[in-house]
């Protein structure tokens, strides 16, 4: 899944994530995760500010899932090379 802001800053996205969190925490489920590649500093800052947590640094994930999908850019709009992937977890219990 995929949380693309059509206009960011509206409060959507913590909408979504709020709900989802309050459903998981009803289920007993201990933590969410959420991954992200290395140049997006957009969802890097949502998510900590959500209290999400850094918990894994995949280096060079990007390069290897570029063999199998070549139309992945090799350089990101704001110029940071796309490398990695993160994982961030926030616990919910």
Do not use: H
Not at 33 to 55: I, K, P, S
Request: aromatic share 4%.
């Amino acid at each position: 899944m995929s949380l693309d802001a059509v206009q960011p800053g509206q409060g959507v996205g913590t909408a979504l994530i709020d709900a989802l969190t309050d459903r998981l925490r009803r289920q007993g489920v201990s933590a969410l995760w959420v991954m992200t590649t290395n140049d997006n500093l957009a969802a890097l800052r949502f998510y900590q500010r959500r209290g999400f947590e850094l918990r894994r640094l995949r280096p060079g994930a990007v390069d290897a899932a570029r063999l199998l999908k070549p139309s992945i850019p090799k350089i990101a709009e704001n110029g940071i090379p796309i490398r990695d992937e993160l994982d961030l977890c926030l616990r919910l219990l």
